[in-house]
């Protein structure tokens, strides 16, 4: 991979599509979605946590233990080489460390991370997010340090996105902006897209078409790179050249 000198701020927003070519599940769209197998309603919402809070561990616990027989992909790996020649930061929604054990040293998680646990009480109190090491399962009557029930320190669906403002701002400051493997079918995730100043080059790299989550024809703007994360980056890594980057 060679690019010039002129070092870029690159913003890259990630999806489950990324992980894919890891062998991790998206969640939408394929016939092997999460989303398909799974009730997210029961699984991935507070509501459930609070109804069967050992069914939400469980599953929680197994994508935890998954996460130790699979590798990050080539497009993670080149992601991480990126950053030699550009300040590369990556606004994920995945929940995985992928991007962390590719070599990635800028990677905010929007929906939070499973190798870590919260307080069921206080979930954003620094004091009470901690690692834990992904063959710990985490046990009905497993406390945080303020007592509470431990849980995944994960966004489940109708809870507050905290790192939300954080990423505006980092792609409102972004010279090119890249949105790699998402459906932007979830908000306040698929928003994020409005926050690149009109003027940068935006690129879109999925293998399937996607729809604009606007409908106002936004996307318009981005170039779409219909390939896998792999492949696309490639092409995108290609293209800074050509952009003088
Ligand atoms: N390379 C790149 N993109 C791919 C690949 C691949 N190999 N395979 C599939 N995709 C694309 C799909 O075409 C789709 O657009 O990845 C996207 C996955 O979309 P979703 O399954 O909806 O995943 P995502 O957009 O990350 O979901 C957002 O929803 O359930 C919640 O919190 C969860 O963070 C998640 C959020």
Not at 41 to 68: C, I, M, T, W
Not at 150 to 163: A, D, K, M, Q, S
Request: with cysteine.
């Amino acid at each position: 991979m060679q690019t010039s000198t002129l070092r870029q701020k690159i913003v890259v927003l990630t999806g489950a599509g990324i992980s894919k070519e890891s062998g991790l599940d998206t969640f939408r769209g394929a016939d092997d979605a999460l989303w398909h197998k799974f009730d997210w309603k029961r699984l991935a919402s507070v509501g459930g946590f609070y109804e069967d809070p050992e069914a939400v561990l469980e599953f929680y616990n197994e994508r935890r233990k998954q996460l130790l027989s699979v590798e990050p992909n080539h497009a993670h790996k080149l992601l991480a080489a990126l950053e030699q020649w550009h300040d590369v930061t990556i606004i994920t929604q995945n929940i995985d460390n992928l991007h962390e054990r590719a070599g990635s040293s800028h990677v905010l998680h929007l929906h939070g991370e499973l190798t870590k646990v919260t307080s069921s009480d206080n979930r954003n109190d620094p004091k009470c997010i901690k690692e834990l090491p992904l063959d710990m399962p985490i046990k009905l009557g497993d406390k945080a340090v303020d007592g509470s029930q431990l849980r995944p320190h994960i966004v489940w669906f109708g809870e507050f996105v905290t790192e939300y403002q954080t990423a505006a701002e980092i792609i409102k400051d972004a010279d090119i902006f890249v949105v790699i493997g998402t459906s932007l079918t979830v908000t306040p995730a698929s928003e994020l897209i409005r926050y690149p100043h009109r003027s940068v080059p935006k690129f879109l790299i999925d293998p399937n078409p996607i729809s604009d989550p606007y409908n106002d024809g936004y996307l318009g703007q981005f170039e779409h790179i219909r390939q896998s994360a792999s492949l696309g980056l490639e092409i995108f890594v290609d293209s800074l050249l050509e952009l003088q980057y």
